[in-house]
């Protein structure tokens, strides 16, 4: 049963950079797409961007180009969302998703000064 | 990229059935069979019900059904049990590797 382990919560100053990893186990990340979505208090799904399994290459939707980075260590198995220039609308709990099929337990991200 | 339409809440009575919407463009819902849906309760993650529009992954009950035509999808649940309220959110692919939710609907079991 594979399974998506992600880091702890964080809590981060406005301007500040967050990363958060997702442990995968069971199947390596180089058969899977890799997405990662972010929940707001109260609010609904956002999808962030994801890795191709293939060659590592990112998609991101146009709102979080140039802040965020996804990676994957595949020696590993685990894979890597970095958020940079955080404000509080960042404040969220972000899950990465193996094929949108499994999903990590989420991590909180608190951005607060 | 916008996010798919859904209603923002539905209401059923146990033992009947409801029907969830998901309406999207030719550029999301309407350009693949690539469409799931999510079951979640609060405070956890996701859980993937449907994908690939129709097929269940193993454990799902079959009380949960998916189709779609056209730009927009439909979740079915049949057979309604009080442990069935919780939030489901539609997803598409929209092509070129990104893919995009619904705003997410709340079940309310009466």
Not at chain 1, 49 to 56: S, Y
Request: with cysteine.
């Amino acid at each position: 049963q594979v399974q998506l382990v992600q880091s702890g919560t964080e809590v981060k100053k406005p301007g500040a950079s967050v990363k958060v990893s997702c442990k995968s186990s069971g199947n390596t990340l180089s058969d899977f797409f890799f997405h990662w979505v972010r929940q707001a208090p109260g609010q609904g799904l956002e999808w962030m961007g994801g890795v191709n399994p293939k060659n590592g290459d990112t998609n991101y939707p146009q709102k979080f180009q140039g802040r965020v980075t996804m990676t994957r260590d595949t020696s590993i198995n685990t894979a890597y969302m970095e958020l940079s220039s955080l404000t509080s609308d960042d404040t969220a709990v972000y899950f990465c998703a193996r094929d949108l099929m499994r999903w990590g337990q989420g991590t909180l991200v608190i951005v607060s000064s | 990229q916008s996010a798919l339409s859904q209603p923002r809440s539905v209401f059923g009575s146990p033992g009947q059935s409801v029907t969830i919407s998901c309406t999207g463009t030719s550029s999301d819902v309407g350009l693949s069979i690539y469409v799931s849906w999510y079951q979640q309760y609060p405070g956890k993650a996701p859980e993937t019900l449907i994908y690939d529009a129709t097929k269940r992954p193993s454990g799902v009950p079959d009380r949960f059904s998916g189709s779609k035509s056209g730009n927009t999808a439909f979740l079915t649940i049949s057979g309604l049990q009080a442990e069935d309220e919780a939030d489901y959110y539609c997803c598409a692919f929209a092509g070129r590797y990104t893919w995009v939710f619904g705003g997410g609907t709340k079940l309310t079991v009466l």
